[in-house]
């Protein structure tokens, strides 16, 4: 049930043709964990509270470090040293009391993965490395979870969004980690996460992701996009047919 506060702070959404306060309702039931808390993750997660996404999970392990701060927008420099975790659960408190919030200091592993995410509706990939990816990935594809990815290095990034069962997941694309740590402008990591937030918000709006089974390549250099369709692989070891019960 929406508020009457509800009504006025989302009011420029729920005003857009099709959308209505039926789709505010359903945003604010959906429960979404953001996996890194990173440049992506604050972006990503910045706007999901801003959109009334109801209850947010946030996972990150590390501290916040003064390199951080050209793309991780949850942090100033009175918040060097401490969690990045409890840093976000703070910052998207303070943004709108009207959700839940909850920032959890745990590295991502095989063995905590799927406890982890099978609370919520969708996951956010904004994790830094793609060993991590692998396991929140394969994860999703075993819970039957949405998975909103995305990626960034330099000037570009990347995103897409993995419906299980339905799509190509991030095994069918990536079989192989790409580069470990890469440079990257700050600004690029908010495109790319603003990105991924609009994504989940029209998926739990019940309109399609733009981005399912397609991944979206952005270069912020020449302020250009490419759309590449994704086929399943049959031979994938998360998602692949032979795998399938």
Known sequence: MLTERDAIRYSRQISIPGFGKEKQRKLKSAKVMVAGAGGLGSAAALYLAAAGIGYIKIIDDDAVELSNLNRQIFYGEEDIGKDKASCAEKKLKSMNADIKVRGIKEKITEDNAVELIKDVDAVVDCLDNFDTRYIINDACIKLGMPLFHGACMEFGGQAMTVIPEETACLRCIFPK??????????????????????????????IEPALAGKLLIYDGKFFSYELIELKRRENCPSCGVSNED
């Open 177 to 206: 980690p790409p580069h470990k740590k890469v440079p990257i402008l700050g600004a690029v990591a908010g495109t790319i996460g603003t990105i991924q937030a609009t994504e989940v918000v029209k998926f739990f709006a019940g």
